[in-house]
């Protein structure tokens, strides 16, 4: 079974370990968000590349989530002592993979090379693709001013309130081939939304016109994992950011912001009611992710469920 999975950071990572586990060698792809990413002291940071590199190579620091296991802070000390920045804060470790990818931008490479060279030295037997090689930039409209999403996200830990989101340059950025040829690939049977927050980690991958466009004509279920259990959401500020843009905390809503676009909705047993109130097929399953058993059997159950889907009425 060949999959795709459109994915963020942490909590989408850890679905996609999960069917990283769940499916055989070479049969998972990932499309991945870098509407978060930014250049920091001269280094061009893809958080969310990363994670997934270090999620699926079983390197990932288990306690945050991002960043590499085992992580020595040398760097960030002597920044500090010299009077530097270190709100975002870059290990030892992970320093080297931004220090590399720079090299390699700055030599002429593509982003999609210097990933997949990256995801090859690293032993993972699953594709790893950039959304798009242009510049896409999250853009958070809050109470504060326009800020950027790391700005938003790591600096002010999420505490302006949010009026809007943008994509900058999403209007004329394209996929890469690489992500073209996954969606059209005639060996693909299951697209999976992982349950990354919707409007900061899967929008700005749909709002790529080309890359939705693609998912719009596919001819495989895509199925979508919500990010929320019983309202609230396990990390991150998805919950906070519905409130503050007048959206109720619910499965449903997260079904009609998908809306046109997916086939089914999987919900945590906790929201397992909200099935009567979504115009679509919904699975409920306990979702939180505490271990990679958890992980694996959630990636089952999502597999299994997607095979069951048609796509937007027509049969498989």
């Not at 963020?8 to 586990?21: E, Q």
């Not at 270190?86 to 593509?110: I, K, M, P, Q």
């Not at 950011?241 to 009609?256: Q, R």
């Not at 997916?262 to 099935?275: C, M, R, Y």
Request: proline share 5%; hydrophobic share 45%; glycine share 8%.
């Amino acid at each position: 079974m060949t999959v795709v999975a459109l994915s963020g950071g942490v909590g989408g990572a850890k679905l996609a370990l999960g069917l990283y586990r769940a499916l055989p060698a070479n049969s998972l792809t990932m499309i991945v968000n870098t509407g978060d990413d930014f250049d920091h002291f001269g280094l061009r940071i893809c958080p969310d590349l990363d994670t997934a590199l270090y999620t699926l190579a079983g390197i990932n620091d288990p306690e945050h989530g991002w960043g590499r296991r085992d992580e020595t802070w040398t760097l960030m000390r002597a920044m500090e002592s010299l009077g530097g920045d270190t709100w975002f804060r870059l290990g030892d470790a992970d320093t080297a993979l931004h220090v590399l990818r720079t090299h390699r931008l700055r030599s002429g490479a593509s982003l999609s090379s210097v990933i997949d060279e990256i995801r090859s030295r690293l032993a993972i037997a699953a594709d790893i693709l950039p959304m798009t090689e242009l510049a896409v930039g999250t853009m958070v409209d809050t109470d504060a001013g326009e800020i950027a999403f790391q700005d938003y996200f790591v600096r002010r830990r999420c505490e302006p309130r949010i009026r809007a989101i943008r994509f900058a340059g999403a209007a004329v950025a394209t996929m890469t081939a690489q992500v073209r040829a996954a969606l059209a690939c005639e060996t693909l049977q299951a697209i999976v939304l992982c349950p990354s927050n919707p409007y900061l980690s899967i929008d700005p991958i749909l709002a790529i016109p080309d890359l939705r466009a693609a998912l719009e004509r596919r001819r495989v279920p895509l199925i979508a994992v919500s990010p929320l259990i019983g309202g609230a959401a396990v990390k991150g500020p998805t919950a906070k950011i519905m409130a503050e843009l007048g959206i109720e905390s619910t499965p449903a809503a997260i079904a009609a912001h998908y809306a046109g676009l997916i086939d089914g909705l999987v919900v945590d047993s906790a929201d397992a009611d909200a099935a009567s109130r979504i115009p679509l097929p919904v699975f409920a399953t306990p979702t939180l992710m505490k271990t990679l058993e958890d992980r694996v059997r959630l990636a089952r159950f999502v597999l299994a469920r997607a095979r069951e889907l048609t796509v937007r009425g027509r049969p498989r």
